[in-house]
C-alpha cells in the first residue's frame, strides 16, 4: 500500500462487497408515473404554442 493511505481506506479495501437489492416496486412505478406526467406537461407546452401560433395566424389574416 501506499504510505499516504489512510485507516479509513485500508477499511474499505477490506470491506465486504455491497449486497445486491432488487429495486422497489413502488419507486419503479413512481418513476415510471414521473415520466408519463412530463411527458404530458411537454405536449400540453407544444399543443400551447402551435395554438397560440394559429391564433396569431389567424387574427393576422383576419387584420388584412
Request: glycine content about 0%; aromatic content about 4%; some cysteine.
Given at each position: 500500500?501506499?504510505?499516504?493511505?489512510?485507516?479509513a481506506d485500508r477499511m474499505?479495501?477490506?470491506?465486504?462487497?455491497?449486497?445486491?437489492?432488487?429495486?422497489?416496486?413502488e419507486i419503479l412505478e413512481?418513476?415510471?408515473?414521473?415520466?408519463?406526467?412530463?411527458?404530458?406537461?411537454?405536449?400540453?407546452?407544444k399543443l400551447e404554442d402551435?395554438?397560440?401560433?394559429?391564433?396569431?395566424?389567424?387574427?393576422?389574416?383576419?387584420?388584412?
Amino acid at each position: 500500500m501506499r504510505s499516504h493511505d489512510t485507516a479509513a481506506d485500508r477499511m474499505a479495501l477490506d470491506a465486504p462487497p455491497i449486497k445486491h437489492r432488487e429495486p422497489d416496486q413502488e419507486i419503479l412505478e413512481h418513476e415510471r408515473k414521473r415520466k408519463v406526467e412530463v411527458a404530458c406537461c411537454e405536449l400540453r407546452v407544444k399543443l400551447e404554442d402551435e395554438e397560440y401560433v394559429y391564433t396569431m395566424s389567424f387574427l393576422l389574416n383576419t387584420l388584412k
